[in-house]
T-cell receptor, first 113, second 110 residues
Framework: EADIYQTPRYLVIGTGKKITLECSQT?????MYWYQQDPGMELHLIHY???????EKGDLSSESTVSRIRTEHFPLTLESARPSHTSQYLC????????????FGPGTRLTVT | QKEVEQDPGPLSVPEGAIVSLNCTYS??????FMWYRQYSRKGPELLMY????GNKEDGRFTAQVDKSSKYISLFIRDSQPSDSATYLC??????????FGSGTKLNVKP
């Protein structure tokens, strides 16, 4: 089983709150990713990182931000949650050069009321 | 237009059947093709990886890529109830960004 962890697993929060979704991996992978997954829809890449101090935006427009201060940690922050942010958020990691194999965490199901 | 199209199913088959799952894509630059399996309430896990065109076999699973038709397939032989999951195709041109299909939900009935 992949050593990649996400907390919390489920979060229900009110509109306007600031939230941080945590993601950690113990495999020493350089690349890390955040995806958004809605039922019956494709995974959309929202952020990725090549390593410490590297962050890139994906194709899906997102109001979230990420940081990569440590190799193993890649948190995602929403400054002001809105109902449109309700979704499943998946974190993944991979080696830098053989990144066809991404290891996914179990996901965080976020509901904004 | 979506980069990757995948029939969402659900697909229901009896145990032992041969299953065919498919994706089409529009970007001719894609050359890395993956199949992931996702069980309920879990993250996806890599099942098969193929580079460029051709076939790849791993046990009961065979992945096929036809770049001329922009079409990829995953075949599952002797399907088992434990194969019941959502199968996602994914592809990339250069390993910078990955594009996933919406997934096909498979149910294998005992």
């Amino acid at each position: 089983e992949a050593d990649i962890y996400q907390t919390p697993r489920y979060l229900v929060i009110g509109t306007g709150k600031k939230i941080t979704l945590e993601c950690s991996q113990t495999m020493g992978h350089d690349k890390m990713y955040w995806y958004q997954q809605d039922p019956g829809m494709e995974l959309h890449l929202i952020h990725y990182s090549y390593g410490v101090n590297s962050t890139e935006k994906g194709d899906l427009s997102s109001e979230s931000t990420v940081s990569r201060i440590r190799t193993e940690h890649f948190p995602l922050t929403l400054e002001s949650a809105r109902p449109s942010h309700t979704s499943q958020y998946l974190c993944a990691s991979s080696e830098l050069h053989n990144s066809y194999e991404q290891y996914f965490g179990p996901g965080t199901r976020l509901t904004v009321t | 237009q979506k980069e990757v199209e995948q029939d969402p199913g659900p697909l229901s088959v009896p145990e032992g059947a041969i299953v065919s799952l498919n994706c089409t894509y529009s970007n001719s630059a894609f050359q890395y093709f993956m199949w992931y399996r996702q069980y309920s309430r879990k993250g996806p896990e890599l099942l098969m990886y193929t580079y460029s065109s051709g076939n790849k076999e791993d046990g009961r699973f065979t992945a096929q890529v036809d770049k001329s038709s922009k079409y990829i397939s995953l075949f599952i032989r002797d399907s088992q109830p434990s194969d019941s999951a959502t199968y996602l195709c994914a592809m990339s041109a250069n390993f910078n960004k990955f594009y996933f299909g919406s997934g096909t939900k498979l149910n294998v009935k005992p």
